[in-house]
Structure formats: C-alpha cells, structure tokens
C-alpha cells in the first residue's frame, strides 16, 4: 500500500467519524443519567412504601435498587467510551496542527532530556517547539525515552536500516497508531519508569513456604472462631490463635512492608500496560524489527497480558483491604501478606520480563512516533544509508520545523568527491544559520531512522558537533568568546573519534579581532579536515573566505544574498556559489531608526 496523497483529508473524516461518536456518546450519557435519576427516585418511594409504611412488600424495593447498580455500572462504560472517542478525535486534530505549521507548544517538548547534550540546544532537539515536541505521540516515559535517545545519538547502518523498514510498515497502520496513542493517554505520561524500576529490582525473597505459613495461622484462628461460636472452646483460646498469628506476622513483617511498599507506585500503570499489551498483541507485523518486538511479547505459551492480569487480581486483592467493610476480615485471613507473597512470587518469575515488555512498548511508540511524522509528511522520503564516509548529500534539504509552504530548500554536499567544507557568507537574517540548523536536523532524523525533510539524501554515520547556540556566563565568570573556545576544543576532540565528525560552526570566533580570527579559523578548520571531519562555516568576516585557497579543494565558498525592495530588506534564502559581495548592516540600522 503506498503512503495516502492526502493524509490530511484522512484525518479529517476520522475527526468527523469520532465527533458523530462523541455526539452519540454524549446522547446516551443524558440518556443513562436520566434512567439513574429515575430508578433512584422510584428506589426511595418503593423504600418509603416498604419501610415507614408497610404498604408494599420490602421485596418491591430491591429490583429498582438493583436497576441502579446495573445502571452505574453502564454509565462508567458509557463515559470510558466518550473520554477515549475525545481522545482519538485529539490525536487527528494534533496531526491536522502539526500538518498546518501550529504545532508548537503543544504536547510534550522532552526537555527534560537536553541536559548538557552536545547539540541538543544548538539544533532545538528538545523544549518548545523542538524537533521531539514535532515528533512525539508517545504517552509513556519508555516511549519519550527511547525516541530521546535515538535523537541524542546516531545507531548504527544496520540499526537504522531495520528501524527505516519498521517505520515504513507502521505508516499504513493508522488504526494500531491511534490505538497505542489512545490507550497510552489514559494518563498524560505513563509512569512506567516506576514500573521499570521495580521490574529491574530484586525480588524481596518471600517464596511459597511463607505462604503456606500465613494460611496455617489464617486458618488456625478461623477454626478457633468457629469452635468457639460452637462453644466447643473458650475464648482464651481464640486469642490464643490471634497471638500466635501475630507472631507470624511479626516474623516477616518488614519483609511483606519492603513488597508492598514498592509495588505501590508501578501498580498504578499496571491496567495501562496491560491494555497496551492485549493490543500489541493482537497485531501481526512483517519487518524484521517489529516481528522480533512481537517475538518479545510472546515467549512462552501465555501472553504477557495475561500474566499482568495475574498481578493485577494480586493487587486488587490488597486494595480490597481498604474497603471499611473488609478491614476485619482482611486482618483475619491475612490478606495484605498473602498478597505480598503472590506479589513478590510474581516478580521473581517475570521481572526481567516485565522489563524487556516495558522497553519493547517504549520502542513501538517511538518507532510510531516516526511513522506520524512519515504518513503526515508523503513527500519525505528516506534516506540512503552508505557506510563509505564521510558522506552527506541533500538535495533540496530544509529545515523539518518550518511549515513546508514557508520553507525554502538547500541543496548540500559534503565528503565523497564533494568538497569536505563549504564556508557560507551572506548579511544578516540572509539564511546562514537556518542552513546549519536544517542540516543538523535533518541528520539526526535520519540517523534516528525516520524520513528527512528533503527531495533526497544520502548520508553516512556522523557525530555532530555545533556552535549555534554558545552563550557566556556571569556566575561561572566565562565570556561568549571564552565558551566558543572551549565549545570547539570539545568538537576537534570528537574528530578524531568515530563516526566521522559533522561540524555546524556559526560566526566562527566572532568574538576577536579580524588577525586572530584570521589565523585562528584556519588552524580549526584545517585541524577538523585533516581528522577526517566534514561541516559548514558561517562567517561575516569575509577575510575567511580565503581559506579556500588555502585549503586547496577541500573547502568551498558558498553565499546568501539580500536585496532592497521598496525600501525594504528582501531575502529569498538560496544559497549559491562564490562569496557575497555586500553586507546589509548598515542598511538594517537605518530600517531601525539610527542614523548611520
């Protein structure tokens, strides 16, 4: 099946289809709550009748008072189906917003991930209208984490490959896709790191014998009850039992407080999981990527949905304890430490499980996640992955984050019979920096294994290394000029390793005198090609351009150009051979209002 021409007019009769259903939804909703009103209201008159006037039989009362238990339950059904309908209909009218260029600010911006990444910040890989906030329709912490960690870091070809295969199986998959985001957004982020940790943790230790212990105390004090309400024994003997059953209890008791206080947090994702589980189930799948995470689903003869279903009955079971009608009860027969033993059971047989279940959805929602961004973008394409590096080769290459009828696209060679360096000139606001941007994203998309925002590109692994965004800092008493400095020691460092090195230098050294700039730029970039690197160097001073010259073949200079049009600066952001011959700095102070 090839990609739809218009995913687009897709999504549009989706959000009709599930706007009819809410519609529907809503109507039974009024329906079943009226019915509850009724059905309550005819409970306290037959209840009047029966027991403050003897008229009716108290029998008369009781099928009303069942009717509005049944009705309960159905309402809950009822308003399930309407939140998951109003949350299908979110998801196709984000992918409508991300289509028209609104997306930003929407959803989840990662930005947590960023830390002190190399060029996370340079290329807007996360935070507020990021490259992951365009991405994402994960809703579990795996999912944000593995989509993170394949934007912060290249795979390998192999890697990327099998990954390119899986997403372009899952583009078709409209339904499984709004499945798996449906089913994940019954909480805005799944916690399923906690889930993960406990998964990873050893078990406690308490095993079968502790169980058969806690049942013979159980059972001991329910016999003594029960001889005693015969009068077969006195009760001295009954509070024996108890005595002797809190001294089991004693005897393990922090072992029983350890699982259960842990198990706290993760079971509140269990029915999430859970429910993601039965789907991916219930999925068959072809690339050699997917049938191995499926292959991760179901080793063995039960599926992992149905072993969760174990371990929610196990703590439904201790939340039943809760219930002030059950306290008793429960406290008799022990159920909290019976349950802690079923839970710590369970997890010793299937907690490295639970763990490799936990990663495998994480990966089925980033891979998702890129097949989104494929369906919505038709006319992205894949990119060829080469090991012969290093390589990039985009034609028509622009920046994924700018709406496609606003972008104005590039084309880039680097490496193979290219040249190794392209020096880019040009005034002010002409494009330079969009260009490094465009070019750094669109190789971490593709090394993440998703389409680029390209007519085409081949590209071999690369590691990035960037200056776009090089701020000083007062509290560590560090200049801008002081940081770049430092910021480019790192980037030469990571030449010399593997990958090959990308270098994205914006305004080289900006922050010296034209001589030292000069000899200083020469000496870096000489350094980054001789180490195998390959990149793009923006500069103002147009002294630099002469490093093609001295750098023979292997660098080139390329330019953007600005122009006046009634009066005003006008920029059309192609890039073309050579050096630019004008600056428009003093023009753009005038436009401001100083007088130069």
């Not at 309402?75 to 992918?95: C, D, I, K, P």
């Not at 606003?406 to 020096?423: E, F, H, S, T």
């Not at 200079?557 to 051979?577: L, W």
């Amino acid at each position: 099946m090839s990609t739809p021409r218009d995913p687009g007019a897709a999504y549009a009769r989706r959000i009709a289809r599930w706007t009819e259903t809410i519609a529907r939804g809503e109507r039974r909703h009024v329906l079943v709550s009226n019915m509850r009103l009724a059905t309550a209201a005819l409970a306290v008159l037959l209840g009047w009748l029966a027991f403050g006037r003897g008229a009716v039989s108290p029998a008369w009362f009781l099928a009303p008072s069942l009717a509005f238990l049944a009705l309960l339950v159905i309402h809950v059904f009822v308003l399930q189906r309407n939140e998951r309908s109003a949350r299908a209909r979110t998801f196709y009218m984000r992918g409508l917003d991300r289509m028209a260029g609104v997306w930003g600010g929407a959803g989840p911006d990662g930005a947590r991930f960023a830390g002190d990444h190399r060029y996370a910040r340079d290329l807007d890989l996360f935070g507020p209208s990021s490259l992951f906030q365009l991405l994402t329709t994960a809703r579990t912490e795996s999912g944000e984490e593995t989509l993170a960690d394949w934007l912060r870091g290249p795979g390998s070809v192999d890697e990327i490959r099998a990954r390119q295969q899986a997403v372009e199986e899952l583009r078709e998959r409209l339904d499984f896709r709004e499945d798996l985001a449906v089913l994940a957004a019954e909480a805005h982020v799944g916690r399923t790191t906690a889930l993960s940790v406990w998964a990873r943790a050893p078990a406690v230790g308490l095993s079968r014998r502790h169980g058969i212990a806690f049942v013979a105390a159980a059972l001991v004090v329910v016999a003594a009850m029960v001889a005693a309400w015969l009068e077969r024994i006195g009760p001295w003997a009954v509070f024996a039992a108890i005595f002797g059953e809190l001294v089991v209890v004693g005897r393990w008791r922090r072992q029983v407080h350890d699982v259960l206080h842990r198990i706290e947090t993760p079971s509140l994702d269990l029915r999430l999981l859970t429910q993601l589980l039965e789907r991916v189930e219930r999925e068959p799948f072809r690339s050699p990527r997917l049938a191995a995470l499926r292959t991760t689903f179901h080793e063995g003869d039960t599926p992992p949905s149905r072993r969760l279903r174990r371990l929610q009955s196990c703590v439904a079971a201790l939340d039943s304890t809760l219930n002030p009608l059950f306290v008793v009860p429960a406290m008799v027969l022990l159920v909290r430490q019976l349950s802690a033993v079923a839970i710590d059971q369970w997890h010793a047989r299937h907690g490295a499980a639970l763990a490799a279940w936990l990663t495998s959805v994480g990966e089925l929602e980033a891979l998702s996640s890129l097949a989104t961004f494929s369906y919505e973008h038709p006319g992205h394409p894949f990119p060829v992955l080469t090991t012969d590096g290093p390589l990039l080769n985009a034609v028509g290459v622009a920046h994924p984050l700018i709406p496609q009828g606003a972008v104005v696209p590039n084309d880039v060679k680097l490496g193979g019979d290219g040249p190794r360096v392209l020096i880019v000139s040009g005034s002010n606001m002409s494009g330079k920096s969009t260009l490094l941007r465009a070019v750094g994203a669109n190789v971490v998309l593709a090394l993440a294994g998703g389409p680029v925002s390209a007519s085409s590109m081949t590209v071999s692994p690369l590691t990035i290394g960037a200056t776009l965004r090089v701020e000083d800092s007062l509290q560590a008493g560090v200049s801008r000029f002081y940081a770049e400095i430092l910021r480019i020691r790192t980037i030469v460092h990571a030449a010399t390793g593997q990958p090959a090195l990308l270098f994205l230098l914006d305004e080289i050294l900006h922050g010296t005198n034209s001589h030292d700039r000069r000899i200083g730029a020469e000496a870096i970039i000489r350094a980054l090609v001789n180490a195998g690197a390959v990149g793009l160097v923006t500069t103002h001073d147009l002294a630099l351009t002469d490093l093609s010259d001295t750098l023979a073949q292997r660098a080139i200079n390329v330019h953007f150009e600005d122009r006046i049009e009634d009066g005003k600066m006008a920029f059309d952001y192609r890039m073309r051979p050579g050096v630019v011959q004008h600056s428009n700095a003093l023009a753009l102070m005038r436009a401001v209002g100083l007088d130069v």
